[in-house]
């Protein structure tokens, strides 16, 4: 199952609604991705730009596609990204296969 890094940034709003009840929303994120047939490996939340960062393993672009929607439609989110990882082992694969593969760069 593929590993994706996803980013939310909170809007003041947001950040404003958990000074005045504060909450650990490591389990309502964990209840997002496993309703969109995901798991959630890592939760963290940088608080320089109010942003949370969630490793999770999700099964297709569809899945992702829906948890991403969800995210958003719940409001409280100013920004949402997410971004394809893999680990040194997968990595090692990509430049093998790679190898084989020929490109030109423009002009050359």
């Not at 958990?18 to 969109?36: F, H, I, N, Q, Y």
């Not at 990204?81 to 296969?97: C, L, N, Q, W, Y």
């Amino acid at each position: 199952m593929p590993t994706y890094l996803i980013q939310l940034t909170s809007t003041p709003q947001n950040v404003a609604a958990l000074l005045k009840s504060p909450e650990d929303r490591t389990e309502a994120v964990r209840r997002v991705l496993k309703a969109g047939g995901g798991s959630l490996e890592q939760y963290y939340n940088s608080f320089t730009e109010a942003t949370t960062f969630i490793i999770a393993d999700i099964p297709d672009e569809v899945s992702l596609g829906a948890i991403m929607a969800a995210f958003y439609a719940g409001g409280g989110l100013a920004s949402m990204r997410a971004m394809p990882i893999m680990t040194g082992s997968e990595s090692a694969e990509v430049f093998k296969r790679a190898a084989s593969i020929a490109y030109r760069p423009p002009g050359k």
